[in-house]
Nanobody
Framework: QVQLVESGGGLVQPGGSLRLSCAAS????????MSWYHQAPGKERELVAT???????YYADSVKGRFTISRDNAKNTVYLQMNSLKAEDTAVYYC?????????WGQGTQVTVSS
């Protein structure tokens, strides 16, 4: 079955960096776009970044120039490098994939940006 397992969240000071990882299994990883979403308390889940199977990327305006999404198809893993973190980046970050008939989410990893 499809599994997405995120890791790498934590507490970081404003201006700091974190790298999130999402290990995927149960589908042909290299064939599908992978995305990161985040959800802050009391807010809707929002798209942060997407990377296609071929490596094309999309970013939300709020993270352009600060976050970088990448993938390693040999390791079935997608990454989110987050630099220059701000308090407003505090959220639970989720990995997501949409397959032909279904969409899947990871369990989420908490990112807290605070001094």
């Amino acid at each position: 079955q499809v599994q997405l397992v995120e890791s790498g969240g934590g507490l970081v000071q404003p201006g700091g960096s974190l790298r999130l990882s999402c290990a995927a299994s149960g589908f042909t990883f290299s064939s599908y776009a992978m995305s990161w979403y985040h959800q802050a308390p009391g807010k809707e889940r929002e798209l942060v970044a997407t990377i296609t199977g071929g490596g094309s990327t999309y970013y939300a305006d709020s993270v352009k120039g600060r976050f970088t999404i990448s993938r390693d198809n040999a390791k079935n893993t997608v990454y989110l490098q987050m630099n220059s973190l701000k308090a407003e980046d505090t959220a639970v970050y989720y990995c997501h994939v949409r397959l032909l008939y279904s969409a899947y989410w990871g369990q989420g990893t908490q990112v807290t940006v605070s001094s």
